[in-house]
């Protein structure tokens, strides 16, 4: 167990659909990574917050958006869902920009 | 286009035989890490080498980073079926921040 929760497990919706991914980091981590996992596209990194703040953006669209909040979970918002959103979303945190420690992600089915 | 590229795409092996995989890289980085991902779970971390260092070991893990090759090497040794997982180098540019990860070496250890 990495100490990193997501939150829910499974989401099934339909296109054009919004849904809300939850991580809670370990105790003590101030930085959360989030992260897109699909089969043809690999591991790709979306967008990381720390300490509240955006702190740097990789391949994330502009139909997602992500915020941290003061206790530090961060949530990630999908909105209108396309077939090739479906994916597993993982997020991880980490103390400073080093060792990651994932969570056990959130697969998300697009039908 | 990947940061980082694992090599070989799927390997496997008898239990008891050493397994290496291979990691490539575009440009300078602070550390590499390897990471371990079991079906459908979150990564897990297994250790992170600095860009001046050459080698690490940590039980039956040997990693080499050659800075001038831009390539990294992780040596798993008398292989177990229970390493069968999907393995990922993962990369942080000297901007730092951003963490890139590989498309994975899928092992297969065979009892």
């Known amino acids: 167990d990495s100490g990193v929760t997501q939150t829910p497990k499974h989401l099934i919706t339909a296109t054009g659909q919004r849904v809300t991914l939850r991580c809670s980091p370990r105790?003590?981590?101030?930085?959360v990574y989030w992260y897109q996992q699909s089969l043809d596209q690999g591991l790709q990194f979306l967008i990381q917050y720390y300490n509240g703040e955006e702190r740097a953006k990789g391949n994330i669209l502009e139909r997602f958006s992500a915020q941290q909040f003061p206790d530090l979970h961060s949530e990630l918002n999908l909105s209108s869902l396309e077939l090739g959103d479906s994916a597993l979303y993982f997020c991880a945190s980490s103390v400073l920009s080093d060792t990651q420690y994932f969570g056990p992600g959130t697969r998300l089915t697009v039908l | 286009s990947q940061q980082g590229e694992e090599d070989p795409q799927a390997l496997s092996i008898q239990e008891g035989e050493n397994a290496t995989m291979n990691c490539s890289y575009k440009t300078s980085i602070n550390n590499l890490q390897w990471y371990r991902q079991n079906s459908g779970r979150g990564l897990v971390h297994l250790i992170l080498?600095?860009?001046?260092?050459r080698e690490k070991h940590s039980g039956r893990l040997r990693v080499t980073l050659d800075t001038s090759k831009k390539s990294s090497s992780l040596l798993i040794t008398a292989s177990r079926a229970a390493d069968t997982a999907s393995y990922f180098c993962a990369t942080d540019l000297n901007t730092g921040n951003q963490f890139y990860f590989g498309t994975g070496t899928s092992l297969t250890v065979i009892p």
């Open positions: 105790s003590g981590d101030l930085s």
């Open positions: 080498i600095r860009s001046n260092e």
